[in-house]
């Protein structure tokens, strides 16, 4: 069975300063790993994923995550937080034999102050 | 290019009824899946369907049901509806055996009174 635990309910930094959102995996197979934003009444939108390529991953609006195979993470990174940047984040597994089942993480809530 | 849409955006319905969701995917995508977002939580998977068959399935009860036309297009059908069912219900498109992503729809938010 897969899951994913979200170590960080709610976060707040301050706009310029650095986010991390944290995420660990177990999986019994070579996992996908992504994290989804959400935004107020707004649906899911993909930031990055990792697909057994490279281990650092870039995606959108300047995140990235790194997938660490021996601490079984896969931690979401910005250098500096943009007010626009609030909203629910997902760290989501899946395994990859073809039906695609994604498993969410409960969700982190990003807050940015300016 | 329209990305996945889903009708209607919000639903009132009352304890013991059904109820009907429909759910477009993107352009070129051939399996469909739906999940539900209870307030507060992350989505759970409920069924993917491919070639207009269940291919799996959550942990959700049998009131719970879905089909998938020709056209890739599916419906979820929720029967005997309970209180707890109230949620934002996520349908997500994406290619067979690709890469795992997948795209989502907007939601439709049922309310169960």
């Known amino acids: 069975a897969q899951s994913v635990t979200q170590l960080d309910s709610h976060v707040s930094v301050s706009e310029g300063t650095p986010v991390l959102l944290r995420c660990n995996y177990s999986?019994?197979?070579?996992?996908?790993l992504f994290w989804y934003v959400q935004h107020p009444n707004k649906g899911l939108q993909l930031l990055l994923k990792y697909t057994s390529a490279a281990t650092l991953v870039k995606g959108i609006n300047g995140f990235e995550a790194e997938f660490k195979k021996s601490e079984t993470s896969f931690h979401l990174t910005k250098p500096s937080a943009h007010m626009s940047d609030a909203a629910e984040y997902f760290c989501?597994?899946?395994?990859?034999?073809?039906?695609?089942?994604?498993?969410f993480g409960t969700g982190t809530r990003l807050l940015v102050s300016p | 290019d329209a990305g996945v849409t889903q009708s209607p955006t919000h639903l009132i319905k009352t304890r013991g009824q059904q109820v009907t969701l429909r759910c477009s995917p993107k352009s070129g995508h051939d399996t469909v899946s739906w999940y539900q977002q209870a307030l507060g939580q992350g989505p759970q998977f409920i069924f993917q369907y491919y070639e207009e068959e269940e291919r799996q399935r959550g942990n959700f009860p049998d009131r719970f049901s879905g089909h998938q036309f020709p056209n890739y297009s599916s419906e979820l059908n929720v029967n005997a509806l309970l209180l707890g069912d109230s949620a934002l219900y996520l349908c997500?498109?994406?290619?067979?055996?690709?890469?795992?992503?997948?795209?989502f729809g907007p939601g439709t938010r049922l309310t169960v009174l």
């Open positions: 989501v597994v899946s395994d990859n034999t073809g039906f695609q089942k994604l498993v």
């Open positions: 997500a498109s994406s290619i067979r055996l690709s890469t795992n992503e997948q795209f």
């Open positions: 999986s019994s197979y070579s996992p996908s």
